[in-house]
């Protein structure tokens, strides 16, 4: 087995002993006679696979129990979609914060459904800054304000974030459960799972009860949270492999000390990285200092052409997925939890090696 450094922004690495469990569990899932991929979701022994990814995430994030979390298909897309569907009510507006690709993408769906605000548009700074609290001025009466904590493509993340009167709804696909926040400043948190916590298609959800409770009485029950709270996570056949591997990697988590040990290891990691980024203007790093993300490092070098070249070389020393996103270019490494040291260590080393050659 040659396991290489997988920098990809998402589906992403995960922790070599959650995948080794898996492996191990995959054709009989211990005292069940049955793979995980083949058990009913009614099950007794997938109620508490279930039971125990929820209770993990709730501990580890400090989940109060005025929220409820769910599991529902479709990734963190749908949930542009089902959060103004939920929460903009006929007539209202909502508040968004655009910082750049994904936040655009939550803005254009919540546009089908209502009337949105764009309180802060970073485009003037290409988008590669995140304001700072002071900078926004909220709209009064909005019925929620939206960010995103990090965003994947441009390499920016709030390192703070603002209070707001209306309820906070934060998409964070990218940072969930890399660092320490406090739940109850957010009415509502989603993230795709396919970046820090497991397989893609699938994303996490948690939600003030008293939000979801609230969600109108027109449109699909599908798509309503009040429907997914009812029957937790149940009402339609969840991504039940998704969710074991999720349970398997909050073990991780806690095994490793937890959100705050995570953060530590990633302020490490990506400090050694934009270190190197910093030492010699060969390096072009993207995202203004005050913003940047510690999960995706973009940068460029002075051509296409060099990057390209850097993307190859890396890839043939065992360092992949450092081309950056299509619609910008660049180069990007995605250092999400799993990622080792290691492995940054290993780019920084081919860095210096490649600016000698090339510089
Ligand atoms: C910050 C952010 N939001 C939303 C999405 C969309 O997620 P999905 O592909 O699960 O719908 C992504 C995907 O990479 C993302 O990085």
């Known amino acids: 087995m040659a396991r290489i450094y997988n920098f990809s922004s998402g589906p992403a ?43 993990n995430i709730r501990q580890l994030m400090g989940i109060p129990d005025s929220y409820a979390v769910l599991f529902l298909p479709g990734g963190a897309s749908q949930q542009f979609a089902m959060v103004p569907l939920n929460l903009l009510p006929a007539g209202g ?82 940072d969930i459960m890399s660092r320490v926040i406090d739940v109850s400043n957010f009415g509502l948190i ?10 893609a298609g699938s994303a996490l959800v948690i939600i003030r009860r008293d939000l979801a409770e609230k969600t109108p009485e ?55 990285l934009y270190q190197a980024l910093d030492t010699s203007p060969f390096w072009r790093p993207c995202a203004r200092k005050d913003s940047r993300s510690l999960m995706n490092i973009t940068w460029r070098l002075e051509n296409e052409e060099l990057e390209a070249r850097f993307v190859q070389q890396a890839k043939a020393a065992g360092l992949d997925g450092l081309k950056g996103h299509r ?16 492995g940054v260590r290993k780019l920084v080393e081919f860095m210096q090696d490649f600016e000698q050659k090339n510089g």
């Open 190 to 199: 989603y993230a795709g799972l396919q970046k820090n916590l497991g397989p």
């Open 218 to 272: 027109s449109g699909n029950l599908f798509f309503r949270y009040a429907t997914h709270m009812k029957e937790p996570s149940l009402y339609n056949t969840p991504n039940t492999f998704a969710i074991y591997i999720l349970k398997l990697v909050s073990e991780w988590l806690a095994a490793e000390g937890g959100l705050a040990a995570m953060e530590a290891r990633n302020q490490t990691k990506a400090s050694l």
């Open 327 to 342: 619609s910008v270019g660049g180069l990007r490494a995605s250092l999400y939890n799993a990622f080792p040291l290691e």
């Open 93 to 174: 507006f909502a508040d968004y914060v655009h910082t750049g690709a994904w936040a655009g993408k939550a803005i254009k769906e919540a546009e089908v459904v209502g009337r949105v605000k764009v309180v802060w548009d970073g485009r003037g700074d290409n988008y590669m800054r995140t304001p700072r609290p002071a900078e926004l001025k909220f709209n009064p009466g909005s019925a929620y304000v939206h960010l995103c904590s990090n965003e994947t493509i441009g390499g920016v993340r709030f390192p703070e974030f603002p209070k707001t009167n209306s309820p906070l709804v934060a998409d964070m696909s990218s």
């Open 13 to 55: 690495v995960l922790p070599l002993p959650v995948l080794e469990k898996a492996q191990a569990e995959l054709l009989e899932y211990p005292g069940s006679g049955m793979s995980i991929l083949e058990m009913s979701h009614r099950s007794k022994t997938y109620d508490a696979i279930i039971k125990a990814a929820e209770a």
